[in-house]
Nanobody, 125 residues
Framework: QVQLVVSGGGLVQAGGSLRLSCAAS????????MGWFRQAPGKEREFVAA????????NYADSLEGRFTISRDSAKNTVYLQMSSLKPEDTAIYYC??????????????????WGQGTQVTVSS
């Protein structure tokens, strides 16, 4: 069982930066790959980024244009999403998620068994 607690959201102006954190409980954190998803009002939850259990592999949504960076600190059982050059269209609730198998499906929300509670990110123009 893995429990995920998300923090770091807030209000930021366009062009600014935010870092989201996702703290995981459970002794097997290092065996899970982690993902970030987001959901804007009236839209489906969409993939943002994923990182393998080792941290050596990452995957990003093409739409991000290199503005976001995912990382993990296994010693702290925490995964991060550094967001830069934020745009109003990045406004959404951001969720982290954990999965134990299926790295090839890391962009699919159905691959993830555990989800954090989400944090609101609002980017003003």
């Amino acid at each position: 069982q893995v429990q995920l607690v998300v923090s770091g959201g807030g209000l930021v102006q366009a062009g600014g930066s935010l870092r989201l954190s996702c703290a995981a409980s459970g002794r097997t954190f290092s065996s899970y790959f982690m993902g970030w998803f987001r959901q804007a009002p009236g839209k489906e939850r969409e993939f943002v980024a994923a990182i393998s259990w080792s941290g050596r592999r990452t995957n990003y949504a093409d739409s991000l244009e290199g503005r976001f960076t995912i990382s993990r600190d296994s010693a702290k059982n925490t995964v991060y999403l550094q967001m830069s050059s934020l745009k109003p269209e990045d406004t959404a609730i951001y969720y982290c998620a954990a999965a134990s198998t299926g790295w090839g499906l890391n962009s699919q929300k159905e691959a993830y068994a555990y989800w954090g509670q989400g944090t609101q990110v609002t980017v003003s123009s």
